[in-house]
């Protein structure tokens, strides 16, 4: 099984890839959650990490 990070990534292009750029809200940590399986708070953690890292590169 995939580590929760790698979930996430996974799904985030999975859904940025089946919808229209411009129709696009972005996608909650609840939808998220209750797709993955995840706790909300988990999640929120995992992408404020891939986010600290996207800024510092």
């Known amino acids: ?3 929760n ?9 999975k859904c ?4 229209n ?3 696009s809200k972005g996608v ?3 939808y998220l959650s209750n797709r993955l399986g995840m706790q909300r708070t988990n999640i929120s953690s995992i992408l404020n990490a891939l986010v600290n890292v996207l800024m510092n590169n």
Do not use: A, L
């Open 5 to 13: 990070r790698e979930q996430i990534i996974d799904f985030m292009i």
């Open 1 to 3: 099984m995939k580590p």
């Open 21 to 23: 750029n411009e129709d």
């Open 16 to 19: 940025s890839n089946s919808v």
């Open 28 to 30: 909650s940590t609840q």
